[in-house]
């Protein structure tokens, strides 16, 4: 295998944490405290909402602790939990961080992991632990998987209606604008479609919606990249770029403003279900993990042959979905100018 620094700076970056961490001895509390980690990427977070409040009612919201990226304190401090932020790319304030959760005597530590690496449970030194990570996830719909989980820690059934997020309350006073919010971007390049293809649907979006403005969004250098080349075949005058130029939370604000959402399967999609505004979303895979079945959502699947084969991005799912099927989603949600 070829060396990769950045595994070797990983590597040695955990090793360190590890050994920093060894001898620190927790320091006598109430006992109560309970911390949840969940290091995985927005969408990820913005669906465990309810979930997460279930386990601060059962422990107590003021003995909840939350551990995760720093990309996502914000939505934690907005909804009034105690957060530990891990900047993962910084090997002090990583060590710090660590040594500062172990002084803590915790009740419980809740890993409450989708997907990502649980690399933290090695520099955690508690011997009451859970872990809950979603092994197999082709058959059945994200918040089944969360009532499993907690019903392990509470001891009772929760219904899946119960752990439908919704984060609208972290806003006031909200109202809708005469805006559409558009995601230009995902985590991955076979969730992504070809630039000229997704230039295809804001132009179709702008010349039906001329009175709207098109609020683009999406973060970081590779959605930066994507928007630079989409903007050379966008032709409608009514788009406002904000990619990488707006926090969070501004983001979250503008989906929650807006008549309706459309984009890929993304952190940006979860957050439109997340604040009940319609949306439709250009999906890649026919698995229903991430589907959302509820009013006000849309997923789109082509049935096609790709027609971008050539291209590093999409599949043949998500690259051949057609205008046509983006206008039927239209008239579902009942979004008209």
Not at 47 to 53: D, T
Not at 54 to 59: G, L, Q, T, V
Not at 230 to 252: A, F, G, P, R, Y
Not at 256 to 264: E, L, N, P, R, V
Request: proline share 1%; glycine share 4%.
């Amino acid at each position: 295998m070829a060396f990769k620094w950045s595994h070797f700076k990983r590597d040695l970056s955990d090793r360190l944490i590890k050994k920093a961490c060894r001898k620190v001895i927790a320091e006598k509390d109430d006992g109560n405290k309970v911390l949840i980690v969940t290091m995985d990427a927005l969408g990820d977070n913005l669906l465990k909402v309810k979930s997460i409040e279930k386990i601060a009612e059962f422990y107590g919201k003021e003995n909840t602790y939350i551990l995760c990226k720093d990309k996502w304190q914000e939505i934690y401090l907005k909804q009034g939990y105690n957060v530990f932020v891990d900047k993962y790319k910084n090997i002090l304030e990583r060590i710090k961080l660590y040594k500062k959760l172990n002084r803590f005597k915790y009740k419980k530590v809740i890993y409450f992991i989708h997907d990502q690496k649980n690399v933290s449970e090695e520099f955690i030194n508690s011997s009451d632990k859970i872990e809950y990570r979603i092994r197999e996830s082709k058959d059945k719909y994200i918040l089944e998987y969360h009532q499993d989980f907690l019903k392990e820690i509470l001891k009772k059934d929760v219904d899946v209606e119960e752990l439908v997020p919704d984060l609208r309350y972290i806003f006031n006073n909200l109202k809708k604008d005469n805006i559409i919010t558009v995601g230009i971007g995902s985590a991955a390049r076979v969730k992504t479609m070809p630039v000229i293809k997704m230039a295809e649907i804001i132009n179709y979006l702008g010349e039906r919606y001329p009175n709207s403005k098109l609020i683009l969004l999406g973060s970081g250098k590779t959605q930066v990249a994507y928007q630079k080349e989409l903007s050379k075949h966008i032709k409608v005058k009514n788009t406002v770029d904000l990619v990488d130029k707006i926090s969070l939370l501004e983001s979250l604000e503008y989906i929650a403003k807006s008549k309706f959402f459309i984009g890929y399967d993304s952190g940006l999609t979860n957050a439109a279900f997340t604040l009940k505004t319609k949306y439709i979303c250009l999906h890649w895979t026919k698995f229903k993990t991430w589907k959302h079945n509820y009013e006000g959502c849309v997923t789109l699947l082509g049935e096609g042959e790709n027609p971008y084969k050539e291209s590093k991005y999409g599949c043949d799912l998500l690259n051949s979905i057609t205008l046509s099927q983006i206008q039927e989603g239209l008239e579902v949600l009942d979004i008209y100018e």
